[in-house]
């Protein structure tokens, strides 16, 4: 399966550090349990190598075909499928959201207080760009602030029976943290999103990927639920304890992702494998389409990468918080995707590349530039415990000769 890495550009040797590091430095000592990593140039397999566990109480390797969960790299999927109703016509970028979503209209903003809060109208409305960027406003609720208690209060994405029409509808009786626009805020944006096609399509947003996505690129591992007959190829995910050993927090054969869903988080709900995503970031580095089947035109994946910051800032400048899957400094944020804006700032190769994460600590990125995709899987909580993308760019782009 693997062509020639020369063939690549690619100093096989050193590629094949790429083994060593995660080998010595992360299985051998209980870091993680196991992994799997695939880099490609060109469109050419360069490197795919499984290591470790990916179920240590039932001893089950790492395979090819390990089904893992992608949490917030099912942002990307969801950012495309929204950009597929783009190229129809169903909306442009500055369009408020509330044409689609009219019980948004009146939405305010927190200015101050604790429980009784002050509270304003906006400067100016969110509008679908804000969404894709996440700077409209919206939080994760993960925080001590006032906004983020009225998250946890409201129940969101906890009740059982939840759908993202009954999540858009509660989001939109809280307070925006901030006027959309002034800031960069990690945040339910993407969820929302799934919304907006489910709304603008007229198709259940699970159907929709499947149909427009998933089924076109040939992703038949990737979905919101793991069926029954695919549960031996489902990992294990595992969380560090005080001590820093590994313990089990979702076990494959008695998962949530196991059961029937009514609430189909864009922001962080599929599962996928290596070789799926490994698909849908060919789509992406082939200008939107793979294999005769095309999922979005070139320049509207152009238009996704930029970086859609005001002024061209980077996160560092307009960030709040510091919750996300990528550092700030010389970091944008396009429709979908973080992206390189200066390596200097940055401390890291890939400059116009664009990528994101996931709780669970994988990876991908694609390097319009050196033509490279590369993709990491595991499954350890939470995803800033290493900085498995700064070590692996490093080892990569070190080994690109030609």
């Not at 906004?147 to 994405?157: F, P, T």
């Not at 940055?346 to 994460?357: I, K, M, R, Y």
Request: proline share 4%; hydrophobic share 35%; aromatic share 12%.
């Amino acid at each position: 399966m693997i062509e020639d890495p020369a063939s690549a550009g690619f100093d096989s040797t050193r590629l094949n550090r790429i083994t060593d590091h995660l080998r010595d430095n992360f299985i051998e000592k209980e870091k993680i349990v196991g992994c799997q990593a695939l880099v490609a140039r060109h469109g050419q397999l360069a490197y795919f190598q499984s290591l470790g566990l990916a179920d240590r109480e039932r001893k089950k390797s790492v395979t090819e075909d390990t089904i893992f969960r992608i949490y917030s790299m099912s942002k990307p999927i969801t950012s495309v499928a929204l950009m597929q109703l783009y190229e129809k016509g169903l909306f442009q970028l500055n369009d408020p959201i509330h044409r689609v979503l009219p019980d948004w209209r009146d939405l305010r903003v927190w200015v101050s207080g604790d429980t009784n809060y002050e509270t304003k109208a906006p400067i100016r409305p969110i509008t679908f760009r804000n969404l894709l960027s996440h700077t409209g406003g919206l939080t994760y609720g993960g925080s001590g602030h006032p906004v983020d208690r009225a998250y946890k209060e409201a129940g969101l994405r906890q009740d059982k029976g939840e759908t993202l029409s009954s999540f858009a509808q509660k989001l939109g009786n809280i307070p925006l943290r901030y006027d959309p626009g002034e800031a960069w805020l990690y945040s339910y944006s993407t969820d929302v999103c799934g919304y907006l096609v489910e709304v603008l399509s007229g198709k259940p947003f699970d159907i929709y990927l499947r149909e427009e996505i998933f089924e076109p690129l040939g992703m038949t591992d990737t979905g919101f639920t793991v069926p029954e007959k695919s549960m031996s190829r489902f990992a294990a995910n595992y969380g560090r304890k005080e001590d820093k050993t590994l313990q089990l927090i979702d076990d494959p054969m008695d998962s949530i992702y196991l059961e029937p869903k009514s609430f189909f988080s864009g922001g962080g709900g599929l599962v996928s494998t290596t070789k799926d995503y490994w698909r849908f970031s060919e789509m992406l580095r082939c200008g939107g389409e793979l294999d005769g089947a095309r999922i979005l035109g070139p320049r509207t994946i152009e238009l996704m990468r930029r970086n859609h910051l005001v002024n061209n800032q980077d996160l560092a400048s307009l960030a709040i918080g510091s919750f996300s899957e990528t550092a700030y400094e010389g970091i944008g944020f396009g429709l979908g995707f973080a992206s390189t804006l200066d390596t200097v700032e940055a401390g890291q190769f890939g400059v116009n590349d664009f990528f994101w994460g996931g709780a669970a600590s994988t990876i991908f990125w694609v390097d319009p530039i050196d033509d490279l995709v590369a993709i990491f899987m595991t499954q350890l909580m939470p995803s800033n415990t290493f900085n498995f993308r700064g070590q692996l760019k490093n080892l990569i782009y070190s080994a690109i000769i030609s």
